[in-house]
C-alpha cells in the first residue's frame, strides 16, 4: 500500500501532517503502531489517514471546523488525529473518564462539526450528546465506520484550501484556577516546535520503542514522545489503561527503549509484586511528566539501574518547559530542571511583576513558539493567562545558581491527582448542585500514591440532614472518578479573610490534620460537634 502527498496542495512547512507523508515514503515497512499486538506501518497508517483526510474534505470539512472524539488509545484514533491534521482540522480528544454532564458541557464548550466515537464509548457519547446545548453529527471510529464511508457531511461546508502553520491542530480541554474547563489551541507550529525542543533535548530514533500509556486526552499523550517518535520512524505500542503488571511485561517483551508516566504511575510500579526481578534492561529513556516525583521513589528507580528524567510543563505551553537529564537527578532531588531549547523562562515577583535574576523564588513566566494560541472561544482567559508574549504558568519555582528549577508551590488553586488537574471550583460547583448544599470548599493534600487528593468542606443548608455518603454519592454522579474528595468535613461557616475571599491556606491546614488520622482508602465523614473548627 502506498501514498503520496496531494499535489494539489501546498501546505505550510510546519504542519504536521506532513511529517507522515515524509515517514510513509521513507519508511514504508516500518511498525508505526502497535496496538495490543496488532500492528501497522507507516505506509498503511499514512494510506489510511490520506482516505479518510480525503473523505473529510469531500464531505465538506475543512481548515476552521473542530473534530471531537470520545476515544481510548488506538490505531484508529491516531489514523484520525493525522486524517485532521493532513485536512487542516482542529482534533479535539475528550475524556472517556468524565460524567455524562461534564462531557456534555465540553462538547458545547467546542463546538464541534463532527464528533467520532468509539465502540465503546458510545453510551456515555450518546448520554452526553442528548443533554449537551447542540446535536452535531456524529459517526462511529475505525474501519468498519467512518472510514468505510458513513461520514455524515458537514452542516456547514468549508472552502478547501492548504494547510497553513497557524491552523489550530489540537485543542486539549484542561482544568485550571476556574470552574470551567477551557479549551487550550495548539497550532500545527506550536506543536512542531515542541517536538523539535523535544528531539534536541531527549531525543528518539527510528529504532526506539515508544510505550505511550498516558490516554490521549492528554497533550502528553500527542506532544511528550507519540509524535515525535512517529516524525522520526520509531515504533509506537499503544496501551488502553495503565495496569503495572502487564506495563512491565509489555516492556520485557516488546523490548521498550523509551517511555512517559507520571508520578503515581511509577510509584504503582515500583510496588508492583514482581517489579524487582522484572527486565526493565531496554529501557534507556523513561520521562516524568505531571508532577515534581518524590525524592524516595527517584531513588528506587535509580537503584534498580533506571534513573528517571523529570520534566515540567504545562498544556497552554505545548506542554515541555523544563527538564532534568537522568545522570543529573540523583545530585538535583526535587528539581525540574533547565530549559528546554527554544524556550525561554523568567522569574517574576507576584507581588511587584518584576523580573528577579540569580537565585530567586517567584511565580515562573515562559515564552516561545511552542506557547499556546489561546483559550477556546474565550479571550478574557487569554488575558488572564498572558503579560505580552510571556505565559504566566501559575506556579511558584525556585532557580538556584545553577540555573536549575524547582517547583515551590502553586499560585493557582488546582491540585494534581495521578497526573490529573483538578479545579476546586469545578468540584466545589458540582457539589453545589445539591440542595442540601449551601456552599463548599475543596483543597488538595498530599497523597503517598496519587501525589494529591481532594478534601472537601460542605456548609449544609440550615437545619439539613445531610452524610458524607449522600455528598459523596452525588459527587460520583457528576464528577469524573479522580475529581471525588477522599474525605468530607461538614462546618458551619467557611473560612474567610479580611476581604472576604476564602481562606483557602487555613482549609489547607485543617485538611491536612484530619488526613494525618485517615488510613486514605475510605471518604469518612467527622463528628458533627467539629463543624466550628476550620
Given at each position: 500500500?502506498?501514498?503520496?502527498?496531494?499535489?494539489?496542495?501546498?501546505?505550510?512547512?510546519?504542519?504536521?501532517?506532513?511529517?507522515?507523508?515524509?515517514?510513509?515514503?521513507?519508511?514504508?515497512?516500518?511498525i508505526a503502531i502497535d496496538d495490543r499486538g496488532v500492528t501497522t506501518d507507516y505506509a498503511t497508517l499514512a494510506a489510511r489517514s490520506a482516505a479518510f483526510a480525503g473523505a473529510l474534505r469531500d464531505a465538506g470539512y475543512g481548515p476552521g471546523d473542530r473534530i471531537a472524539?470520545?476515544?481510548?488509545?488506538?490505531?484508529?484514533?491516531?489514523?484520525?488525529?493525522?486524517?485532521?491534521?493532513?485536512?487542516?482540522?482542529?482534533?479535539?480528544?475528550?475524556?472517556?473518564?468524565?460524567?455524562?454532564?461534564?462531557?456534555?458541557?465540553?462538547?458545547?464548550?467546542?463546538?464541534?462539526?463532527?464528533?467520532?466515537?468509539?465502540?465503546?464509548?458510545?453510551?456515555?457519547?450518546?448520554?452526553?450528546?442528548?443533554?449537551?446545548?447542540?446535536?452535531?453529527?456524529?459517526?462511529?471510529?475505525?474501519?468498519?465506520?467512518?472510514?468505510?464511508?458513513?461520514?455524515?457531511?458537514?452542516?456547514?461546508?468549508?472552502?478547501?484550501?492548504?494547510?497553513?502553520?497557524?491552523?489550530?491542530?489540537?485543542?486539549?480541554?484542561?482544568?485550571?484556577?476556574?470552574?470551567?474547563?477551557?479549551?487550550?489551541?495548539?497550532?500545527?507550529?506550536?506543536?512542531?516546535?515542541?517536538?523539535?525542543?523535544?528531539?534536541?533535548?531527549?531525543?528518539?530514533?527510528?529504532?526506539?520503542?515508544?510505550?505511550?500509556?498516558?490516554?490521549?486526552?492528554?497533550?502528553?499523550?500527542?506532544?511528550?514522545?507519540?509524535?515525535?517518535?512517529?516524525?522520526?520512524?520509531?515504533?509506537?505500542?499503544?496501551?488502553?489503561?495503565?495496569?503495572?503488571?502487564?506495563?512491565?511485561?509489555?516492556?520485557?517483551?516488546?523490548?521498550?527503549?523509551?517511555?512517559?508516566?507520571?508520578?503515581?504511575?511509577?510509584?504503582?510500579?515500583?510496588?508492583?509484586?514482581?517489579?524487582?526481578?522484572?527486565?526493565?534492561?531496554?529501557?534507556?529513556?523513561?520521562?516524568?511528566?505531571?508532577?515534581?516525583?518524590?525524592?524516595?521513589?527517584?531513588?528506587?528507580?535509580?537503584?534498580?539501574?533506571?534513573?528517571?528524567?523529570?520534566?515540567?510543563?504545562?498544556?497552554?505551553?505545548?506542554?515541555?518547559?523544563?527538564?532534568?537529564?537522568?545522570?543529573?537527578?540523583?545530585?538535583?532531588?526535587?528539581?525540574?530542571?533547565?530549559?528546554?531549547?527554544?524556550?525561554?523562562?523568567?522569574?517574576?515577583?507576584?507581588?511587584?511583576?518584576?523580573?528577579?535574576?540569580?537565585?530567586?523564588?517567584?511565580?515562573?513566566?515562559?515564552?516561545?513558539?511552542?506557547?499556546?494560541?489561546?483559550?477556546?472561544?474565550?479571550?478574557?482567559?487569554?488575558?488572564?493567562?498572558?503579560?505580552?508574549?510571556?505565559?504566566?504558568?501559575?506556579?511558584?519555582?525556585?532557580?538556584?545558581?545553577?540555573?536549575?528549577?524547582?517547583?515551590?508551590?502553586?499560585?493557582?488553586?488546582?491540585?494534581?491527582?495521578?497526573?490529573?488537574?483538578?479545579?476546586?471550583?469545578e468540584v466545589e460547583y458540582a457539589l453545589c448542585l445539591h440542595p442540601l448544599v449551601e456552599a463548599a470548599a475543596v483543597v488538595g493534600v498530599p497523597d503517598d500514591v496519587w501525589g494529591e487528593r481532594g478534601v472537601a468542606f460542605v456548609v449544609p443548608v440550615a437545619g439539613a440532614a445531610l452524610s458524607a455518603d449522600e455528598v459523596l454519592a452525588h459527587a460520583r454522579r457528576n464528577l469524573a472518578?479522580?475529581?471525588?474528595?477522599?474525605?468530607?468535613?461538614?462546618?458551619?461557616?467557611?473560612?474567610?479573610?479580611?476581604?472576604?475571599?476564602?481562606?483557602?491556606?487555613?482549609?489547607?491546614?485543617?485538611?491536612?490534620?484530619?488526613?494525618?488520622?485517615?488510613?486514605?482508602?475510605?471518604?469518612?465523614?467527622?463528628?458533627?460537634?467539629?463543624?466550628?473548627?476550620?
Open positions: 500500500m502506498t501514498w503520496t502527498a496531494d499535489p494539489e496542495l501546498d501546505d505550510g512547512p510546519h504542519t504536521i501532517g506532513r511529517w507522515l507523508i515524509d515517514r510513509a515514503a521513507h519508511s514504508p515497512e516500518r472524539t470520545v476515544s481510548g488509545n488506538s490505531t484508529d484514533h491516531v489514523v484520525a488525529f493525522f486524517a485532521c491534521a493532513v485536512a487542516g482540522i482542529a482534533f479535539v480528544p475528550l475524556s472517556w473518564r468524565l460524567t455524562p454532564r461534564e462531557l456534555a458541557d465540553v462538547l458545547s464548550r467546542s463546538d464541534p462539526a463532527l464528533v467520532l466515537v468509539e465502540d465503546e464509548y458510545e453510551s456515555l457519547a450518546g448520554a452526553a450528546l442528548r443533554i449537551a446545548d447542540r446535536m452535531p453529527p456524529t459517526a462511529v471510529l475505525g474501519t468498519t465506520g467512518v472510514e468505510a464511508g458513513t461520514l455524515p457531511r458537514s452542516p456547514r461546508p468549508r472552502m478547501r484550501r492548504p494547510v497553513r502553520d497557524d491552523d489550530p491542530l489540537l485543542i486539549i480541554f484542561t482544568s485550571g484556577s476556574e470552574a470551567a474547563p477551557k479549551g487550550v489551541v495548539l497550532t500545527h507550529a506550536n506543536c512542531f516546535w515542541n517536538n523539535l525542543a523535544l528531539a534536541q533535548a531527549l531525543p528518539l530514533t527510528q529504532d526506539d520503542v515508544v510505550l505511550a500509556m498516558l490516554p490521549q486526552f492528554h497533550v502528553a499523550a500527542w506532544n511528550c514522545q507519540p509524535l515525535l517518535a512517529w516524525w522520526v520512524g520509531a515504533t509506537v505500542v499503544l496501551e488502553r489503561s495503565f495496569q503495572p503488571a502487564r506495563v512491565l511485561q509489555l516492556i520485557a517483551d516488546r523490548g521498550v527503549t523509551a517511555m512517559m508516566g507520571v508520578p503515581t504511575q511509577y510509584a504503582m510500579l515500583a510496588a508492583e509484586r514482581d517489579a524487582a526481578s522484572a527486565d526493565t534492561s531496554s529501557l534507556r529513556l523513561a520521562l516524568v511528566g505531571g508532577a515534581t516525583m518524590p525524592v524516595e521513589l527517584q531513588q528506587t528507580w535509580a537503584t534498580r539501574g533506571l534513573p528517571l528524567t523529570q520534566g515540567y510543563g504545562l498544556t497552554e505551553a505545548g506542554p515541555n518547559v523544563l527538564h532534568l537529564p537522568a545522570d543529573e537527578a540523583t545530585d538535583a532531588p526535587g528539581a525540574v530542571g533547565r530549559p528546554y531549547p527554544h524556550v525561554s523562562v523568567r522569574v517574576v515577583d507576584p507581588a511587584t511583576g518584576l523580573t528577579l535574576d540569580g537565585e530567586a523564588t517567584g511565580e515562573l513566566w515562559v515564552r516561545g513558539p511552542s506557547v499556546f494560541a489561546g483559550f477556546l472561544g474565550d479571550d478574557a482567559a487569554t488575558a488572564r493567562a498572558m503579560s505580552g508574549h510571556w505565559l504566566r504558568s501559575g506556579d511558584l519555582v525556585f532557580r538556584d545558581a545553577r540555573g536549575v528549577f524547582r517547583v515551590v508551590d502553586r499560585l493557582k488553586d488546582i491540585y494534581i491527582s495521578g497526573g490529573e488537574n483538578v479545579a476546586p471550583a472518578a479522580f475529581k471525588i474528595p477522599v474525605h468530607v468535613e461538614f462546618v458551619d461557616e467557611l473560612p474567610r479573610s479580611t476581604i472576604e475571599k476564602l481562606a483557602r491556606s487555613r482549609l489547607r491546614e485543617r485538611a491536612q490534620a484530619l488526613r494525618a488520622h485517615a488510613d486514605g482508602r475510605e471518604p469518612v465523614e467527622t463528628r458533627s460537634p467539629s463543624r466550628g473548627e476550620s
